[in-house]
């Protein structure tokens, strides 16, 4: 749904944030939330 779509571009654009030499999109959100989510929390 909107709520979760708009958590997963948060997410996005906070992991940008700190990779900036890593470019993030829907083909690879497994990755995203493989490193970032842990138990439906953001995780350092």
């Known amino acids: 749904g909107m709520i979760l779509d708009r958590d997963i571009n948060s997410s996005i654009n906070i992991f940008n944030k700190h990779n900036k030499n890593k470019t993030l999109n829907y083909k690879n959100i497994n990755q995203v939330t ?11």
């Open 34 to 44: 493989t490193l970032h989510f842990h138990f439906g929390k953001l995780v350092a």
